[in-house]
């Protein structure tokens, strides 16, 4: 039994250690001077510690305007997704039709395929029709990244909330688009909140579809203005981790203050009534 444990602690503290010393030697090394992060041998501490890198990246044009078409773009994205997906899951979940499990399947296997396959057919049509460097195209092109997996996960929702509350509802006299609109949706928020989530993670750490498809400055998004750090010769490590820090912060801030919420709908969603 003390082995089992031992094992067992060994295996965690294993697992935390390799998940939290990068993230804990890049936000040493963002405050560090460059030339002290390139020293050798690395120190893990600094020993000038500076905010000059993260002053440098909050006050520079170019990364100021990223970094609010990142969130612009991150934001809009996930507003789209989450309509259309909770759309989608609806009718996946309560309607029955001809090719249904063809279809869900189908949009699955979508899911599966790499998005480098798709960047070429992406880019000749975006060009052809105008939207190459917008942030709309970005908008619309994570939808492919996104929207698959939250029709996946809010078909499951949907199908643990009886039946009986929309017949009531139904019988009252509310349409179907009412009835979702007063019974499903105040009761799914769990499940939203989840699929808001997924979205805006995705969205706002998404790199290999902004860098070919919008990497005009104006339109640039930040993990793509943060690629300027890195040339051939040269690596800005303070700057480009400070970027990384900053970059790191809405996804935080967003996993802790929504975690309780976040559980229930996954537990909430994984369970069939």
């Known amino acids: 039994m003390l082995i089992e444990k ?20 890049v936000l040493s090394t963002s405050f560090k001077p460059n030339s002290e992060a390139i020293s050798f041998p690395p120190k893990f501490l ?18 100021v305007t990223s970094l609010f078409n990142s969130l612009a773009v991150s934001l809009a994205s996930t507003g789209l997704s989450v309509v259309v997906s909770a759309l989608g ?22 899911f599966m395929i790499p998005v480098v396959i798709n960047i070429i057919p992406l880019y000749i049509m975006l060009a052809n029709i105008g939207l190459l460097n917008s942030l709309f195209a970005l908008v619309l092109t994570f939808q492919i990244l996104i929207i698959p997996l939250n ?40 499940g939203f909140l989840i699929a808001a989530i997924l979205s805006f993670r995705f969205s706002w750490n998404e790199f290999v579809l902004p860098i070919v498809l919008s990497n005009r400055p104006d339109v640039m998004v930040f993990q793509v203005a943060l690629y300027q750090f ?44």
């Open 6 to 25: 031992t094992l067992i602690y060994f295996v965690i503290a294993t697992f935390l250690f390799i998940t939290f010393a990068p993230l804990l030697w």
């Open 46 to 63: 600094p020993d000038s510690p500076t905010l000059d890198n993260y002053l440098f990246v909050l006050t520079d044009p170019k990364l």
């Open 89 to 110: 899951g609806y009718a996946f979940a309560r309607f029955d039709f001809k090719g249904k499990n063809l279809l869900i399947s189908t949009i699955l296997g979508l």
């Open 151 to 190: 029709i996946f996960l809010l078909k499951n929702y949907f199908e643990t909330i009886p039946k009986e509350l929309e017949e009531a509802a139904l019988i009252d006299g509310c349409s179907k688009m009412r009835a979702f609109w007063h019974v499903i949706v105040p009761i799914s928020i769990p």
């Open 230 to 273: 890195i040339s051939l010769y040269r690596i800005d490590w303070g700057y480009l981790t400070a970027g990384i820090n900053i970059a790191l912060i809405p996804v935080v801030v967003l996993m802790l203050f929504s975690q309780k919420r976040m559980i229930r709908g996954l537990t909430l969603g994984a369970v069939r009534g």
